[in-house]
């Protein structure tokens, strides 16, 4: 059950959210993004047939998010400390996935600098399990640089220095 791929990217979660979905989709799908984000509220990893949406612990440091691509069903669990674990299927019409802001667009991944990632066995529907860990921590670092009431060049390296300590891994492989 080899891993195909591995691709990461952090940025700031923007109105809370970070989408994954195939960048093809077009406005058609709007009611689903309404309703994948509004799930995403209690479930903070939520899913439908198009999307999945990741709602951050805080939007003030940028997140982390971690991609797998697998050919088929993971046969090793993720190492320990993930949470909340998800268990989604979601469609990808062009073979394609992309990580997005919601106000700022796609989210370049590493290795590399691409925004959009070609799945392992193009278009279909795909498998997704998805976990988090350090939201807690992340927003109780975020409640105390506001406490103690920082300003200026400061707060802005602190948040540098704070970046990804909120973190999400998605595993997908073809359903």
């Known amino acids: 059950m080899p891993l195909v791929g591995t691709y990461r990217g952090e940025a700031l979660p923007y109105y809370g959210r970070l989408i994954i979905a195939d960048p093809s989709l077009s406005g058609s799908e709007e009611a689903d993004l309404g309703q994948c984000v509004a799930d995403s509220e209690a479930a903070i990893i939520a899913g439908n047939r198009w999307r999945v949406a990741v709602k951050a612990g805080q939007d003030t440091l940028a997140i982390a998010v971690t991609i797998e691509l697998w050919d088929t069903t993971p046969d090793t669990a993720p190492r320990a400390g993930w949470e909340g674990r998800r268990d989604l299927t979601v469609e990808f019409p062009a073979g394609r996935l992309a990580v997005e802001n919601i106000a700022a667009g796609p989210i370049p991944l590493s290795p590399g600098y691409i925004e959009h990632v070609s799945l392992p066995a193009g278009a279909g529907p795909y498998h997704v399990t998805a976990w988090h860990r350090g939201r807690d921590r992340a927003a109780a ?19 540098a220095r704070l970046a990804g300590l909120e973190e999400y891994l998605l595993r997908l492989w073809p359903a």
């Open 141 to 159: 670092k975020v409640q105390e640089l506001w406490d103690a009431d920082e300003a200026g060049d400061d707060i802005e390296s602190e948040y």
